[in-house]
């Protein structure tokens, strides 16, 4: 492994190396919300008098629907991406998400909820073939010593795209011409996306062609028994996993932790959501410089820890926020002149940013432990694992709730695993005061 210090990650973004899949996975990830976004705000309040269903059931649906993909559809995708040249598969990917955009465009015209519900599974699906891409062509593309900034860059302003995307979805929907607009910036930032993966250099396949499985839950059982014989990459995955099981959490329970917990409007929920995605950014952005380059799992145990120990404060700083009056809400401007609103808000990035700290240096491990001619495979292995472990996110928080727990209970609860979490990774630390501990309290066993 290049072991030299990486040079300024943000010069990355002048590479042809790296900035046509830098803009492709911005893009994307902007467009998925933008819809996902738009779709629910419209049923919620344009479509839904004529649905029997609860408002509720509509959103898991939703969520469920753009989900599924990942499990069905990423063992095969990344089969077919460890046997073709990436940067081809790109472009037929970014030109399919121009095609579903145009029938979104006509689901958005026609406001039938079956034909949106359809095309948000396309979404998912599309998504779904490109993640095993994204992250497995960067070693292909970076030296070893740029593959930590490079992974901070792709991995802080996804999140960005996240939130950048989903205030569009939800601000512009519901204007005069909502529709309209929507409709013209999903296809709009489809086609620049597409325009952005033909400028892709080659990313030819590094080992002889495996035959595909289209038979997906063999094709599950298979990848993840055979990512299970590489320790070290299988030992990421799971990792990662538990960084996806933990977002999925807040991202479920931030709006009812806002109005319920806080007392306040749907303006304070997007002040922390923007604070929540501008967090991770800036602790993934951080990993390239506090680890000189360096490629490790040093970082994670103290991201872990810190999202434990900042999630108690975030419990107690909410204990103390102004108690919301029954029948009103408070909007950002009354929420924000009390001091206990900006002690909230710190927490919030503080959290973000130790996430972003934990799961950067993880991605960059997965894509270096795994074998060259099957990473695409190890990745997708990593998103069937992070769905898995999303879905138990949802049925563990169902669970709490209906025991009586509140939102920010069950957000304490959750996060406070980031203790246990630090701890197992540390023991693959030794050098680390934490990973000397660790080993000391639980050594390693033969299957370590």
């Given at each position: 492994m290049d072991k030299a210090p990486a040079s300024n990650q943000f010069a990355l973004l002048g590479s042809r190396?790296?900035?046509?899949?830098?803009l492709v996975q911005f893009l994307g990830?902007?467009?998925d919300q933008t819809y996902q976004k738009a779709?629910?705000?419209?049923?919620?309040?344009?479509l839904a008098a004529d649905l029997d269903m609860p408002l509720e059931m509509l959103g898991v649906i939703a969520s469920g629907l753009f989900i599924l993909?990942?499990?069905?559809?990423t063992p095969t995708a990344g089969q077919i991406a460890d046997r073709v040249d990436k940067a081809t598969m790109m472009k037929f990917v970014k030109f399919w998400e121009i095609v579903v955009m145009a029938l979104a465009v006509v689901g958005f015209h026609l406001q039938n909820v079956i034909f949106l519900y359809f095309v948000l599974f396309m979404m998912g699906t599309q998504s779904a073939i490109f993640a095993p891409i994204k992250y497995s062509v960067l070693p292909q593309w970076l030296k070893p010593s740029e593959l930590l900034g490079g992974n901070g860059l792709v991995q802080a302003f996804t999140f960005l795209a996240i939130i950048f995307g989903a205030i569009a979805g939800n601000e512009l929907i519901l204007t005069d011409r909502g529709v309209a607009v929507v409709s013209a910036l999903v296809v709009g930032v489809a086609i620049v996306g597409f325009v952005a993966s033909l400028f892709a250099p080659p990313a030819p396949p590094l080992g002889p062609a495996e035959p595909v499985d289209p038979v997906f839950p063999r094709a599950i059982w298979r990848l993840i028994a055979a990512?299970?014989?590489?320790?070290?990459?299988?030992?990421?995955i799971l990792a990662i996993s538990w960084f996806w099981f933990l977002g999925a959490t807040f991202l479920a329970l931030l709006p009812a932790y806002v109005k319920q917990a806080l007392g306040a409007d749907e303006g304070v929920l997007t002040v922390l959501l923007t604070a929540f995605s501008v967090g991770v950014a800036l602790g993934a952005v951080a990993t390239e410089r506090l680890s000189r380059g360096?490629?490790?799992?040093?970082?994670?145990?103290?991201?872990?820890?810190?999202i434990a120990i900042i999630s108690v404060e975030l419990w107690f700083a909410t204990r103390a926020a102004p108690a919301p009056i029954p029948g009103e809400l408070f909007d950002r401007a009354r929420f924000f002149s009390e001091p206990a609103a900006w002690r909230i808000l710190l927490d919030f990035t503080l959290l973000a940013a130790c996430a972003g700290l934990y799961v950067t240096p993880l991605n960059a491990v997965l894509q270096t432990a795994s074998p060259a001619a099957?990473?695409?495979?190890?990745?997708?292995?990593?998103?069937?694992?992070?769905?898995?472990?999303?879905?138990a996110s949802a049925i563990l928080v169902a669970f709490f709730v209906g025991f009586g727990l509140t939102a920010i209970d069950v957000l304490t609860l959750l996060a406070a695993t980031g203790a246990p979490m630090a701890f197992a990774v540390a023991r693959h630390a030794p050098e680390t005061p934490l990973g000397r501990i660790?080993?000391?309290?639980?050594?390693r066993g033969p299957s370590d």
């Open positions: 190396r790296f900035l046509p899949l830098f990830a902007f467009n779709f629910v705000a419209l049923i919620t309040f344009r993909p990942f499990a069905i559809f990512c299970r014989r590489e320790r070290r990459a299988f030992r990421a360096l490629i490790s799992v040093k970082l994670p145990p103290v991201g872990a820890l810190g099957r990473r695409a495979r190890f990745i997708a292995c990593s998103n069937v694992v992070d769905a898995a472990l999303m879905v660790a080993l000391a309290a639980f050594p």
